[in-house]
């Protein structure tokens, strides 16, 4: 009983901040990394954000690297992706799931859990 439920999602100014959580129940944050992936429409999921279950190891995509910071609160077993500075093109279905991460990327299994995701609206 692995689930991943993400919140935080919303409408924002550009340059204004946004928080996501990605709420894990069922596994502890210690044994398997959480990444967040996003979706807009016509456009293919891209994998925004990773942090490790070992280490704390983080990886961002190019695109956010600078503006965005995941961090996780083990005690909580929660993962919360920071947003600054957005962006209009940073507009999509948020998600969250389980991989494997590491410095230079991440590793999705079918095994691995996914949320439902959570609508970002970043307004022109």
């Known amino acids: 009983q692995v689930q991943l439920v993400e919140s935080g999602g919303g409408l924002v100014q550009p340059g204004g901040s946004l928080t996501l959580s990605c709420a894990a129940s069922?596994?502890?944050?210690?044994?398997?990394?959480i990444a967040w992936f996003r979706q807009a429409p016509g456009k293919e999921r891209e994998g925004v954000s990773c942090?490790?279950?070992?280490?704390?190891?983080?990886y961002y995509e190019d695109s956010v690297k600078g503006r965005f910071t995941i961090s996780r609160d083990n005690g909580e077993n929660t993962v919360y992706l920071l947003m600054n500075n957005l962006k209009p093109e940073d507009t999509a279905v948020y998600y969250c799931?389980?991989?494997?991460?590491?410095?230079?990327?991440?590793?999705?299994?079918?095994?691995?859990?996914w949320g439902q995701g959570t609508q970002v609206t970043v307004s022109s």
């Open positions: 799931a389980t991989v494997l991460c590491f410095e230079l990327g991440y590793e999705l299994a079918d095994s691995d859990s």
């Open positions: 069922g596994f502890s944050l210690h044994y398997r990394g």
């Open positions: 942090i490790s279950n070992t280490d704390g190891t983080t």
